[in-house]
């Protein structure tokens, strides 16, 4: 038996690790690729995996993909999400779900543009990827390129117009109900505000190509119903101007106390906006929660920056990427939409009413 690894920079081989185990070159072949249809004991499992970390065993990859018909390779589309700091959790549970399976994950980004995302599709098929984990930044309708059909295919953080698709998103409509459940639980039945509808003719953020986001219409949503279940109903909408950012939600509150509204709650679009309410609360010696409560959604790192802590319903990036990525994985194709469920940080935002 080989007492050392063959030295130099040539690749180990099975032959090589057959040696080292004690074993024949076919179980190693066996248990390098994962069968478990062979009739090997834990203990030949064990002294295989053993000598190849001893040997610093690779695969040959090319010749596992000429065998198998599969590459190890998983690619994630998206339009910003890897490029920017506010979804890319998505990528890190995608990442981790596959790296369990020993597969790679190819990252790459189009800013939105359809012809830089087909060139790198092309690019990405040339090198015999075995699916692709198309994302959005924001959860959005989405229409798949065509050149996706020629590949096993989830949808992250986005649907598609048809009903032909897998597609992982976070359940907006249940958080906009959870947020409506804990201001009635505090003692709220009237008063409550919607802060964060876009103006007329605004579909979503100039930085992203106005999109139109589902979460504004399916927070709503979830709010409406929840109260409604309880009879009770929204004081009111206040609009922000252009965008879902926090002077926005500034300008959006302050233009609602100065027309006399007298909140009891404010439910905002998200955490940004939320930021931009306390600043106009704060400068009308609005006390929170004492005078108004507020909630936002997301769970950004700004709801534990805010004074006090801001409640919010969080998007649980990293467990969509990880749920994308198993059911890319998986033997199950139906079309289907699955909710993944948004988090409730509990703040010191909310209170019981005393106006």
Known sequence: MTDSPPSGT?????????????????????????????????????????????????PNQTAKTLRTGRSGTIALVSD?????????????????????????????????????????????????????????????????????????????????????????????????????????????????????????????????????????????EGIERELASSGLSLAGHAAVDDDWDAPNGQRAVERLLEDGARPSALICVNDAVAAGAYRALHAAEWRIPDDVSVIGFDGSPLAGMLEPSLTSISLPHEDLGRRAATLLLSDDATPRVERVRMPVHLGASVGSPTR
């Open 10 to 58: 040539r690749r180990v081989t099975l032959s090589q690790v057959a040696e080292r185990a004690g074993v024949s070159r076919s179980a190693v072949s066996f248990v390098m690729n994962g069968r478990t249809d062979q009739r090997l004991s834990a203990d030949v499992f064990e002294r295989v995996r053993r000598a190849a970390e001893e040997l610093g065993y690779r």
């Open 80 to 220: 910003f999400v890897s490029s920017t700091s506010y979804a890319n959790a998505m990528v890190r549970g995608a990442m981790r779900a596959l790296r369990e399976r020993d597969i790679l994950l190819f990252t790459v980004d189009t800013e939105g543009d359809p012809q830089v995302e087909e060139r790198l599709l092309h690019s990405l098929f040339g090198r015999d990827i075995d699916g692709v984990i198309y994302t959005s930044m924001f959860t959005r309708i989405v229409d798949p390129p065509p050149l996706l059909a020629a590949t096993r295919t989830v949808l992250l953080n986005c649907r598609a117009r048809g009903e032909d698709d897998v597609a992982v998103v976070p359940d907006e409509v249940e958080a906009g109900r959870e947020a409506a459940r804990l201001l009635v639980a505090a003692g709220h039945t009237d008063g409550i505000w919607f802060v964060g509808d876009l103006p007329p003719g605004r579909r979503g953020g100039l930085l992203w190509n106005e999109w139109g986001p589902l979460a504004l219409p399916e927070r709503l």
